[in-house]
């Protein structure tokens, strides 16, 4: 089974593009949801966060994603130590659901493909660009968020130049029609390794 790592900054279109990939029979693992999951329901994972940000963090064993959030947004030790705790687990279990998948090729999707680690347990990787303008228009109108800090957020992450040099496969998305002619041309040469 070949596994893909799709990654993309913030307002690219990742999941528009996963949809055309799933449109076409592919098994699509969306990382960020998985571990939100994992934190809810995987013992082991919780009990390494019960243990480095205190119990706290658990109420009748729902995570308390409030406190959490109050604990890394803060400290960026602590969100690395957070990350540090819920990014092998998400590979690991990534890694298990796609053993059980089946067809020619399963994506993962992480905006964070690289700084997780996911890229290291998957064997071709595609990133999503498109222009900052575009992106900054799709991310202000899907979030609420001013103009100004979703520019504020694209400026921490890995740029769409630097994502597009450390990939296999860049998928431009300004325009629907054109992004789909690159899934299925990507989908082609992916089906043919």
Known sequence: M???????TIGSGKSTICRLFEQRGVAVYIADDRAKELMSTDHSLMAQITE???????????????????QIFSDDSKRLLLN??????????FVQWAESQGGDYVIVESAILFESGLDRV????????????????RAAARDGATREAIAARMAVQMSSEALSSRVDFVIENN?????????AQIDKSLRML
């Open 84 to 93: 540090s705790i819920v990014h092998p687990a998400v590979c690991r279990h």
């Open 122 to 137: 998957v064997d071709r990787t595609i990133a999503v660009v498109v222009d900052a303008d575009v992106a900054i228009t």
């Open 52 to 70: 480095a940000f205190g119990a706290e963090c658990y109420q009748n064993g729902v995570l308390n994603r409030q406190y959490l959030a109050s």
């Open 175 to 183: 325009d629907l029609e054109a992004a789909e002619r690159q899934v």
């Open 2 to 8: 070949i596994k893909v790592g799709l990654c993309g």
